[in-house]
């Protein structure tokens, strides 16, 4: 289990006045002369051989009967305050009076969680959620697969090998089904251990949950059979529905709810849980479930007229409709800043795509919030598809395209760098291919490659990353040049770069080692090619980063 604090420090107030500049002064003096009886009391409390006792008894805190163990809780809570995470929980292991003050509340504003979905982590996550649960301001979970937190490998039912033939398959068949059955149930304990140790928690005001997809997927469809299995008459998911309903209505300073591809976790009814109290309030919402089957939503255009706060949303594409682009430009709702859209090939196979916002709705959107910027994570979708999805006027920032079977293909990059070149930042192209001996070409039987005409256009461009199509070396070092220092991150990975047959006759110069110099130079940073694409996250685990992206763009406002 990694767990991530965050330890809140104090700052500075704003010194754009003379007063202000005033009260900075006035505020690091005071901090100063806090740190310095810190500091003080720290030499006291340290029991330093050799020391007469006129000094000790000068000193009352250094006798023996008032050492560390004898301060009061207070003073402990101060000290731990000032202290790293890490280096709070070596000072609690002093004495047992200084662990009772580690999970003070005040100390613990935040909590962040990434789970491994193991049997092993439930007596930690109890004894967290035991000590945390009740209090926590803001609690981020995600839950993860072995095979991802292992680093690569068999997954989830990799038992060893098996005799090859058709005894061989069915061993591993049964390996396999053994295996997610047993991994289904303890995520499901997992969520319940959650969910149970916040169900009275009125101080929560972020709460974030993610469930790995691959922990509910098997071969490309959720698992409906093994959940059959573990959860025969449905107890367990209708007490974890329960839980997280109770979790809304008992909520009272409920400001940012996010839950991401969580098996079964909201229901198109979960929301009216909410008190029109929070949900008036309600600044950050995400719902991202692409296995929502028919047409039913999570949340539908009506239920969405009583969040009038809200400034950032995170929804299914096939769920954001034109009667809700219309609710949110009302003049009731504040603008919103931010919109994510997950644009998945299962929901577009059992979702009509003829409810989706026009033109005129994305442009009376962006009037009423000139800040408006979208997030848009495609799935595997055809490009007839991205035709119809990729209005002129929606103002685009962010666009990542994940592929399987479905190529991304040139016109798709040249209308995205046509249509949305005042706003892009970040274009993330990854294509899993088995075969990698033959990548698709976008710049095949063009007289300028689309990549290199994205990178002229979009000067705003500071994210680009590719695998799976190929990438010609002088076009690589043309986007270099291009965007300069602007653009922070270039990730290719090796085994997408070509070069010419020009290049390669050239007995003198090593062509690799001129593409690194050649970009490096354009880039004004060293690079090189990704080497390994297991290292990519965008390309391991595409739902997990396109979740966090999706986090920090909300909270980017």
Avoid at 281 to 302: F, K, R, V, W
Avoid at 319 to 344: G, K, W
Avoid at 486 to 503: A, R
Wanted: proline fraction near 4%.
């Amino acid at each position: 289990m990694l767990l991530f604090l965050s330890v809140p420090q104090p700052r500075p107030p704003g010194a754009r006045t003379r007063a202000g500049a005033a009260r900075v002064a006035r505020w690091r003096r005071l901090r100063l002369q806090q740190l310095r009886r810190l500091r003080g009391l720290l030499r006291g409390l340290r029991g330093r051989p050799g020391i007469g006792s006129r000094r000790r008894g000068r000193m009352a805190l250094c006798g023996q009967a008032a050492g560390a163990a004898s301060l009061p809780s207070e003073l402990i809570v101060h000290i731990f305050s000032f202290l790293s995470a890490s280096d709070r929980l070596r000072a609690s292991a002093s004495c047992s009076h200084w662990r009772e003050c580690l999970f003070y509340p005040a100390l613990w504003p935040q909590l962040r969680i990434c789970l491994r979905v193991s049997p092993a982590e439930q007596p930690r996550l109890e004894f967290l959620m035991r000590k945390c649960g009740w209090f926590v301001r803001e609690l981020r979970v995600e839950f993860a697969a072995e095979n991802y937190m292992s680093g690569g490998g068999g997954g989830p039912g990799d038992g060893g090998s098996a005799d090859a033939g058709t005894g061989g398959e069915e061993v591993e068949a049964l390996q396999l089904s053994t295996r997610w059955l047993e991994v289904l149930r303890t995520y499901l304990e997992l969520v319940l251990c959650v969910l149970v140790s916040i169900r009275n928690n009125r101080n929560l005001q972020k709460f974030s949950l993610f469930g790995d997809i691959s922990v509910l997927q098997q071969q490309g469809s959720l698992s409906n059979t093994y959940l059959s299995k573990v959860d025969p008459d449905g107890k367990k998911i209708k007490q974890i529905q329960q839980l997280f309903e109770e979790i809304l209505s008992n909520s009272r300073q409920l400001k940012w709810l996010s839950c991401g591809f969580m098996l079964e976790i909201v229901t198109p009814t979960s929301l009216s849980s909410l008190s029109n109290s929070i949900a008036n309030t309600m600044e950050h919402l995400s719902l991202l479930d692409n296995n929502i089957s028919g047409n039913s939503t999570l949340i539908t255009a009506a239920e969405l007229e009583r969040f009038v706060n809200l400034r950032s949303l995170a929804l299914d594409f096939c769920d954001f409709t034109a009667e809700m682009a219309r609710v949110l430009t009302d003049n009731n709702h504040v603008p919103l800043q931010r919109l994510s859209l997950l644009v998945h090939n299962v929901s577009v196979m059992h979702k009509s795509l003829d409810n989706m916002p026009n033109d005129e709705h994305w442009k009376a959107l962006s009037r009423k919030s000139t800040s408006l910027r979208v997030y848009i994570m495609a799935f595997d979708i055809k490009s007839e598809d991205m035709l119809k999805i990729l209005k002129p006027s929606i103002p685009l920032e962010r666009i990542h395209f994940d592929s399987y079977i479905t190529c991304v293909s040139g016109a798709i990059v040249d209308l995205i760098s046509r249509q949305y070149d005042k706003f892009l930042t970040h274009f993330i192209l990854m294509n899993d291919v088995i075969d990698t001996s033959g990548f698709p070409d976008l710049s095949d039987n063009r007289n300028e490659d689309p990549l290199v005409l994205l990178a002229w256009r979009c000067t705003k461009l500071s994210l680009l990353a590719i695998h799976g199509y190929t990438v010609w070396a002088h076009n690589l070092i043309a986007i270099a040049r291009l965007r300069g220092s602007d653009l922070k991150v270039l990730e290719v990975t090796e085994e997408s770069i070509d070069f010419d047959q020009g290049e390669l006759a050239d007995q003198d110069v090593d062509p690799v080692h001129n593409l690194i110099e050649q970009v490096s130079l354009g880039l004004g940073q060293p690079w090189h090619a990704v080497m390994d694409i297991e290292s990519l996250s965008v390309f391991t685990e595409p739902n997990r980063h396109f979740y966090r992206e999706m986090q920090s763009f909300s909270e980017d406002i």
